[in-house]
């Protein structure tokens, strides 16, 4: 069973920056993709930003320029670097990995991101 835990969220101001950091744990048996995803109050979970196994990325469009994601193989770590943060930020962010043969996807318990304006 693998399990995912999220941490870096916060309180920022408007401009400003956090980094999210998501821990595996336990069998993995081959990573596809691992990313983030993120749902704001009253709308739909929205990817937010993903990695494949072969190093590509894909972002959503209103975080290009302003998101970075990338991971760290050895520690079985994705990170999220968020710079110019905007008050439509402000969400539960969540940890995602797709693995193995039948594409199994596992969730972290999220992390909430509040950006004031």
């Known amino acids: 069973q693998v399990q995912l835990v999220e941490s870096g969220g916060g309180l920022v101001q408007a401009g400003g920056s956090l980094k999210l950091s998501c821990a595996a744990s336990?069998?993995?048996?081959?990573?596809?993709?691992t990313g983030w995803y993120r749902q704001a109050p009253g709308k739909q979970r929205e990817m937010v930003a993903v990695i494949t196994s072969g190093g590509t990325t894909n972002y959503a469009d209103s975080v290009k320029g302003r998101f970075t994601v990338s991971r760290d193989s050895a520690r079985n770590t994705v990170y999220l670097q968020m710079n110019n943060l905007k008050p439509e930020d402000t969400a539960v962010y969540y940890c995602?990995?797709?693995?193995?043969?039948?594409?199994?996807?596992?969730w972290g318990q999220g992390t909430q991101v509040t950006v004031s304006s």
């Open positions: 995602n990995l797709v693995e193995g043969f039948w594409h199994t996807t596992y």
């Open positions: 336990g069998t993995i048996a081959s990573a596809i993709t």
